[in-house]
Nanobody
Framework: QVQLVESGGGLVQPGGSLRLSCEAS????????MGWYRQAPGKQRELVDAISRGGGTNYADSVKGRFTISRDNAKNTVYLQMNSLKPEDTARYYCNIFYITTSYWGQGTQVTVSS
């Protein structure tokens, strides 16, 4: 059974940094695209960053130059380095992977940017 466990969220001041991690377990074959989505209260879930197995990335315009996605295929883990955080980055962040023919989601980790 595939499970995703996210970590690294928390409360940070504007301009600060956080690093999110998401480790997938129950994996036998190669994972395809891995990504991070976020959902703020009253808003739809939106793509933040995604990275293919080969390293190609796709960033939302709102985070370009501030967030960096990376992955460690040997550890089945995807990371999101978030710098220069803004109050509008406040949301619950969800990890997503595409594995074989199915999309899997983590439970999410809360990121709050506030002074």
């Amino acid at each position: 059974q595939v499970q995703l466990v996210e970590s690294g969220g928390g409360l940070v001041q504007p301009g600060g940094s956080l690093r999110l991690s998401c480790e997938a377990s129950g994996i036998i074959f190669n994972i395809g695209t891995m990504g991070w989505y976020r959902q703020a209260p009253g808003k739809q879930r939106e793509l933040v960053d995604a990275i293919s197995r080969g390293g190609g990335t796709n960033y939302a315009d709102s985070v370009k130059g501030r967030f960096t996605i990376s992955r460690d295929n040997a550890k089945n883990t995807v990371y999101l380095q978030m710098n220069s955080l803004k109050p509008e980055d406040t949301a619950r962040y969800y990890c997503n992977i595409f594995y074989i023919t199915t999309s899997y989601w983590g439970q999410g980790t809360q990121v709050t940017v506030s002074s």
